[in-house]
Every structure is written in C-alpha cells, then in structure tokens.
C-alpha cells in the first residue's frame, strides 16, 4: 500500500479567501486525480496531471503536479460557498488506483 | 451525462443478513469497482471487475463477494453482514484502454448494521 498524506484534514475559511492544500507520497506516480465530492455524493472527478510539474487551471482552481511526481496541490482563489466538499487526491501508478483521506473544506458565507 | 446508479442511498439491516448492493452503469464501460469510505480510512478498494464474469480483489476483499454476470451490473454481496461493514459504499465505473483511469461514481449507499 503507498503512503499517502493529504494535508490539511480539515479546512474552514471565509468566502472570498484563497486556500491551497496538498497530497505527498513517497512514490512516484504515472498520473494523479483530485476528486471533488459533496456530501451524501459519490465523487466527481475535477481534473487529471500527468506531467511532472504541469499545472492546470479549472477556472478558480489551479492544480500542480510536483516535478518528481510525488506531489501534488489544489489552490483555490476567492473561495465560494459552492467549494465545500472533500477534495480527494488519487494518484495512479500501472494499474492500481490510490486515494487520499481527504481534505473536508468548508467556505462560510 | 454518464451516469452511475446505486439502487439505495439508505440501507439498515441486522447482523448475520445477507445483504446486496446493486451498481448499473449507462456508459458501455468494461471497468466496474467497488469501495467503502469511512472517515480517516479514506476510499478502500474492496473488489474490482475488468469484464463480464471477472472480478478482482481489492485491498480489502474478506467479508465480500460480487457478481457481474452483465457488462452494465456490478454487484456486491455481503454474505453475513457484520457491525464492523457499517459504512458508506461506493460504486464506480470506467472505460478500458488510455481512459480507465477515470472513474465515474454513483451516489453511494450509506449502509448501517445493527
């Protein structure tokens, strides 16, 4: 099983702040995934690095993937209510999929 | 849209039942998986199933079984459910080839046994 931390756990910031949070791993992975899922949802997928060091943009958020491909974060600018969730990270390495514990974001109003 | 559909979003059963859980997916995928999530544990892999008639271990297979007898179906038995299987439970699909990698996922059904 790889190790794999998200950080922080739990996250609660006024709308209108910008928030970053992270998934580390000792391992190399091919690819790497941040889910979003709300609650009483099942998870939906936001995006999908595959570069070492390749950033994406989804509007507000903007991911990066670490250049060793260990790593990745999720920056959010001017957070909205509508952000609250769990952000999952699910890297990938051959066949095996991997998930993080999540980091659980509330943005208050 | 691609669609994942749990047939319950709230199960409770008594210890020593035979539960099913039911997973169809409209998309045509050959990849169907199943997880429980439980807080701090994250998602786990419990089993997985590349084609009609085949499944896969998971990471945490005791206590489980599944059948896939048809590509859009993906079932997940629990033989005789425990207190400890209380959790929520998570179906997910995706295609085969360079796209497997994506997972689409049902609502999940929150099952609590008592």
């Known amino acids: 099983t790889q190790l794999l931390e998200q950080s922080p756990q739990f996250l609660s910031i006024q709308e209108g702040e910008n928030l970053t949070v992270y998934c580390n791993s000792s391992?190399?992975?091919?690819?790497l995934q941040w889910y979003r899922q709300e609650p009483g949802e099942g998870p939906v997928l936001l995006v999908t690095?595959?570069?070492?060091?390749e950033v994406k943009k989804l509007k507000r958020l903007t991911f990066q993937f670490g250049d060793a491909r260990k790593d990745s974060s999720l920056h959010i600018t001017a957070a909205q209510p509508g952000d609250t969730g769990l952000y999952l990270c699910?890297?990938?390495?051959?066949?095996?999929?991997?998930f993080g514990t999540g980091t659980s974001l509330t943005v208050i109003p | 849209d691609v669609k994942v559909t749990q047939s319950s979003r709230y199960l409770v059963k008594r210890t020593g039942e035979k539960v099913f859980l039911e997973c169809v997916q409209d998309?045509?995928?050959?990849?169907m998986f199943w997880y429980r999530q439980d807080p701090g544990l994250g998602l786990r892999l419990i089993y997985f199933?590349?084609?009609?008639?085949?499944?896969e271990k998971g990471d945490i297979p005791e206590g489980y079984s599944v059948s896939r007898e048809k590509k859009e179906r993906f079932s997940l038995i629990l033989e005789s459910a425990s207190t400890n299987q209380t959790s929520m439970y998570l179906c997910?699909?995706?295609?085969?080839?360079?796209?497997?990698?994506?997972?689409?996922f049902g609502a999940g059904t929150r099952l609590s046994v008592l």
């Open positions: 997910a699909s995706s295609p085969a080839g360079t796209g497997r990698h994506i997972q689409y």
């Open positions: 391992s190399v992975f091919s690819s």
């Open positions: 690095v595959v570069t070492g060091g």
């Open positions: 699910a890297p990938r390495t051959g066949n095996q999929f991997y």
């Open positions: 998309m045509d995928h050959e990849n």
């Open positions: 199933s590349y084609d009609v008639k085949m499944k």
